[in-house]
């Protein structure tokens, strides 16, 4: 069964009684939504999941977003699951032959890697993610040899990962992540690297991996989370691999199917995912960005090996600039809008800042964008400029012509800001909340507290717009520790420690004397 949405609007004629006091009548103004259940249509054999039904996902799950904190209960909450299980179904890519058989004939034919080459299992380009930009920027700095192995949805997708110009003259190669089993059983890696967010593009590449890791291999594997809370990736994964998802949330931490599922509350419990994700798969170690991300997978796995790296900043991708105003001011909030990120807070300080500085202008630029916006009146004319679903050349741009960014946060999830470390790449001035990993870097951004209020963060944001250049030192030492190549050298310092010994060469078989 599923979920069958359509609209009604209510007639504006309904009697004064129904519209006076009464919940009815905020529907005058919004569409009802009526759930009818009816059968689902089975997908074609090796349809692909089309951009048309992603988009529509993103827009009712923005929706959704929106009214999250004047709506709840637990058919909402199904309502959310059934939306999820849905995208789960979409993310599982079909069977790319191209790329599966390309990528087997190159691991066969090709020249062995050398003995320090790492497997790294990670979304790449053309995927238009901070992880898959962030992997490619930093294994193209890596001093060892990389072999990347990714999921690509169809062939042109795979040749341009194949023949993207970024990794022209380096020691990484690229392969679809299906000729894994191949690789690791032909070539004597030293270590498998995961890297993973909590996001829906990764739900392939988890399936794949579990499934490999279901016949152990002798080569050490180290996940690298972005994210340390998983929860919605693991509810994908489980949905992708027809597992019910609340089953295995009593089976592995004993929560009662019964309760309302919310992911964050969860998270503040210390029940993060990974030991649904990661359970009886032997991973060595986990690798994380900031020592908050340390502490979340220390609190739900405690005797995990856990290494602190950090996001490197990476160089900028804009390939030209945006145009600005004569006298602009112009502040930047990137990345999904949202009330964990406290977007509401942001617009009203943005318009406290529009009283003093009337050419104040508020960039919101990263997914969803578009329908927050709708949803909240955010107009052109006030001063805003939306910038849905950029692409990393676009957003790269947008964030060398802002003046200040803001970034704030609820609640610490303890995630890396792919946004916040641009903004320092670029050398501009940053308010964030004070929590998580932002709490590490207070030598190089504004603190603010994390409850506070739209004045309290408008007079950071103008005290910050006169004081831009006193913190410009600490952020060139910050790009110098936080560059790529660093991040190379620490990681394979830390590969070093569970480097499988390098196999022996194999003896020949005696020859028969009989022959």
């Not at 004569?326 to 964990?340: C, D, K, L, T, Y």
Request: hydrophobic residues 45%; glycine residues 6%; positive net charge.
């Amino acid at each position: 069964m599923c979920w069958r949405i359509t609209r009604r609007w209510r007639s504006p004629a309904m009697s004064s009684r129904r519209r006076c006091g009464s919940p009815a009548a905020w529907s005058r103004a919004a569409p009802e939504l009526r759930f009818h259940e009816t059968t689902r249509r089975p997908r074609p054999a090796g349809r692909p999941p089309t951009m048309f039904l992603l988009r529509k996902y993103r827009k009712l799950r923005a929706k959704i977003r929106n009214i999250r904190r004047t709506l709840d209960g637990t058919r909402f909450v199904e309502l959310q699951a059934h939306l999820d299980a849905a995208l789960a179904e979409l993310k599982v890519t079909p069977p790319n032959p191209f790329a599966t058989s390309h990528s087997v004939a190159r691991l066969t034919e090709q020249e062995v890697p050398a003995p320090s080459a790492l497997a790294v299992l990670s979304s790449m380009p053309p995927a238009s993610t901070g992880i898959a930009t962030c992997t490619l920027m930093t294994v193209r700095a890596a001093r060892f040899p990389v072999d990347v192995f990714s999921t690509y949805a169809t062939a042109s997708d795979y040749l341009l990962g194949l023949t993207d110009r970024r990794l022209a003259g380096t020691a990484v190669r690229v392969f679809d992540i299906t000729a894994l089993p191949l690789a690791l059983s032909r070539h004597a890696y030293r270590a498998q690297i995961v890297t993973l967010g909590n996001s829906a593009h990764h739900v392939e590449q988890m399936r794949q991996f579990r499934q490999c890791r279901r016949f152990p291999n002798d080569v050490p594997v180290l996940v690298h989370l972005h994210d340390p809370g998983l929860m919605y990736l693991a509810s994908l994964v489980l949905a992708a691999e027809k597992t019910n998802f609340r089953d295995a949330l009593w089976a592995t931490y004993g929560i009662d199917p019964r309760t309302p599922l919310d992911h964050e509350e969860l998270e503040e419990q210390g029940v993060c995912g990974l030991r649904l994700l990661f359970a009886g798969l032997g991973v060595r170690a986990f690798l994380v960005n900031s020592q908050a991300a340390a502490a979340m997978v220390r609190r739900e796995l405690p005797a995990a090996d856990i290494h602190v790296l950090f996001h490197p900043l990476l160089p900028s991708a804009a390939e030209g600039a945006v145009a600005r105003p004569p006298g602009a001011f112009r502040i930047g909030n990137f990345g999904v809008p949202h009330p964990r990120k406290r977007t509401e807070v942001v617009t009203a300080a943005f318009r406290l800042v529009r009283e003093r500085v009337p050419a104040a202008r508020l960039v919101i630029a990263g997914y969803d964008a578009a329908a927050y916006a709708a949803a909240h009146g955010l107009a052109a004319e006030a001063g805003y400029e939306i910038h849905d679903a950029p692409t990393d050349e676009t957003f790269d741009a947008l964030i060398e012509s802002v003046d200040i960014g803001v970034q704030l946060r609820e609640r610490n999830r303890g995630e890396s800001s792919g946004p916040f470390t641009r903004l320092l790449q670029a050398g501009k001035p940053v308010i964030v909340s004070d929590l998580g990993s932002f709490a590490e870097h207070r030598d190089v951004a504004r603190m603010v507290d994390p409850g506070c209020g739209p004045e309290e963060l408008a007079a950071a944001i103008l005290d910050e717009r006169s004081r831009a250049t006193e913190r410009r030192p600490a952020v060139a030492a910050l790009r110098e520790a936080h560059s790529p190549e660093a991040f190379c050298r620490r990681l394979d310092e830390i590969v070093a420690l569970y480097a499988a010994p390098p196999a022996p060469p194999r003896a020949m078989a005696a020859a028969d004397p009989r022959s």
